[in-house]
C-alpha cells in the first residue's frame, strides 16, 4: 500500500471513504492510487464458514488440547517415565499446546465477539499478526521436526543399537529439542520485520458514528521493492524445509519401521513354533532342513532387536503418533504448495477458496493434537498405569522401574 500524502487535501476518513468507495472501479485512477486501506478482516477470504470455524470450534479443541497434553505432560514427567523418547514427547506436546493456545486470545477477540466485521484497532494490529502467523508457526515447525526425532531415535534405537547407546540419552534429546526450536525460530525470524503499521482514524463500520484508531500496513524498508522475491524465497523454503523434507523422512522412518515390527513379529512366531516343536519331540530346525532340501533359503528377518513384547507395543505406539503426523501434515504440504505455485505462476488454482481450505486445515492439524493422548492411553499400559495414579493423586508406583521406551 502507498502511504497517504500530507497535501491531498480532506481528513483522513473523508480520503478513506472515496478510497473504499472507488477502489473497486478503477484502482489504478488517480483519485484512489494514493489511498491507505486499513487493516481489516472479514474479507473475500474470510467467509461466515472459517469466522465459525475459528470462533467457536477450535477455541473448544483447543481447551481439550490443553486438558489432556497438560495430562500427558505430567505423566512422561514422572520419575518411572523419564527416558529421552519420553522427553521428545513432552516437548512435541508442548510445541503442539503452545501452536493452539497462542492464536486463541486474538480467535476468541476477533471470531467468537465479532471483532473481524470491524477495523483492526491499531493496539491489536502488530499483535493479531505475531499471535496468528508468525509466532506459532514456530512451534509448528518445531513440532514436526520433534516427531522427525522421535522417528529416527526410534529408528537408531532398533536398527543401531550400538549408536543408541551414544546417542539416544536423555542429554542429547534436550539438545536435540533445543536445536529444533532454534532453528524454527531462524526460520521464521524473516517474517518478524517485514511489516510497518500506522495508526489512522476512521469510521466504525459497526458503530458509523463513531471513530477508531485503525491501522494500515506497509512493507518495511528492507524488504522495499522486493515483496515478490522476498516472499517467494520464504515460503519456497518452508515447502522444502518445513514440508518436502520432514514429510519425506517421517513417511520413509515410519515404513522402516512398519516393516521392523512385521519382522519381529515373524520372528516371535517362528520361535513359538519352534519351541512347541521341540516339546513334540521335532527339531527345530526341521523347517530349515526341509526348505535347503527343497532348493530354497530360510527367511532371513535382518537386525530386529526390539527382544521384548513391551517393545514392541512401544514402537508401535510411535508408529501411530508418526503416522497421525503424516496424515495431517501432507495436506497442508500439498495446499501450501498448490497456493504458492498459483502466485508465482499467476494461475488460478484455488481461487477464492483459499481462506475456507485454510481453516478446514488448520482445524484438521488442531484436531490431530487431543488425538496424540488417544493413543498413549490405547496402547501404552505404563502411560495408563502411570494417568491412573496421577489422576488418583496418588504416589506413582515402582519409581526405579525403567521406563518401556528407551
Known amino acids: 500500500m502507498i502511504p497517504l ?75 518411572n517415565m523419564r527416558s529421552p523418547t519420553n522427553v521428545i514427547l513432552v516437548a512435541m506436546a508442548t510445541s503442539d499446546t503452545l501452536t493452539g493456545v497462542i492464536p486463541l486470545p486474538a480467535l476468541v477477540r476477533f471470531f467468537t465477539l465479532g471483532g473481524c466485521y470491524d477495523w483492526v484497532p491499531f493496539p491489536w494490529c502488530r499483535p493479531y499478526i505475531f499471535l496468528t502467523d508468525h509466532v506459532p508457526t514456530v512451534f509448528h515447525t518445531a513440532s514436526i521436526w520433534l516427531t522427525v526425532a522421535l522417528a529416527l531415535q526410534r529408528y537408531v534405537y532398533i536398527e543401531h543399537q550400538h549408536l543408541a547407546k551414544r546417542y539416544c540419552h536423555v542429554t542429547s534429546a534436550v539438545w536435540t529439542i533445543f536445536f529444533v526450536y532454534v532453528c ?24 458509523p ?52 515390527i512385521r519382522r519381529s513379529k515373524h520372528r516371535h512366531e517362528r520361535l513359538m513354533r519352534e ?44 508408529v501411530a503418533v508418526v503416522g497421525l503426523a503424516i496424515v495431517v501434515e501432507v495436506p497442508l504440504a500439498c495446499f501450501v504448495v498448490i497456493v504458492v505455485v498459483e502466485n508465482t505462476l499467476g494461475v488460478a488454482l484455488v481461487g477464492g477458496s483459499v481462506g475456507v481450505v485454510t481453516a478446514f486445515l488448520n482445524l484438521f492439524i488442531v484436531l490431530g493434537y487431543p488425538v496424540n493422548f488417544v493413543i498413549y492411553c490405547v496402547m501404552s499400559r505404563q502411560f495408563r498405569r502411570t494417568l491412573a495414579d496421577v489422576v488418583r493423586m496418588r504416589e506413582v508406583t515402582s519409581p526405579v522401574t525403567p521406563p518401556t521406551l528407551p
Open 184 to 207: 524454527a525460530l531462524a526460520m521464521q525470524m524473516p517474517r518478524f520485520t517485514e511489516l510497518h503499521f500506522t495508526p489512522i482514524i476512521v469510521q466504525s463500520i459497526l458503530r
Open 275 to 318: 519351541k512347541l516343536r521341540c516339546q513334540t519331540g521335532r527339531r527345530p530346525n526341521d523347517d530349515a532342513d526341509e526348505l535347503r532340501q527343497a532348493g530354497r533359503r530360510p527367511k532371513d528377518d535382518g537386525p530386529v532387536r526390539l527382544g521384548s513384547r513391551e517393545g514392541n507395543a512401544a514402537t508401535l505406539m510411535l
Open 5 to 79: 500524502s500530507e497535501d491531498t487535501g480532506g481528513s483522513a476518513g473523508d480520503r478513506l471513504r472515496l478510497c473504499n468507495h472507488t477502489r473497486s472501479v478503477d484502482p489504478e485512477s488517480p483519485e484512489t492510487h494514493n489511498c491507505v486501506l486499513p487493516y481489516y478482516l472479514f474479507h473475500e477470504s474470510v467467509t461466515h464458514y472459517t469466522v465459525f470455524i475459528y470462533g467457536h470450534v477450535t477455541p473448544a479443541i483447543i481447551a481439550v488440547t490443553m486438558a489432556t497434553n497438560c495430562l500427558t505432560c505430567f505423566v512422561l514427567t514422572r520419575p
Open 209 to 260: 458514528s463513531t471513530a477508531i484508531s485503525g491501522c494500515y500496513f506497509d512493507f518495511a524498508p528492507t524488504i522495499g521493492s522486493h515483496v515478490g522475491l522476498h516472499f517467494s524465497l520464504y515460503y519456497w523454503f518452508r515447502i522444502v524445509f518445513c514440508h518436502l523434507v520432514p514429510c519425506s523422512l517421517l513417511v520413509g522412518l515410519n515404513i522402516r519401521l512398519g516393516c521392523t
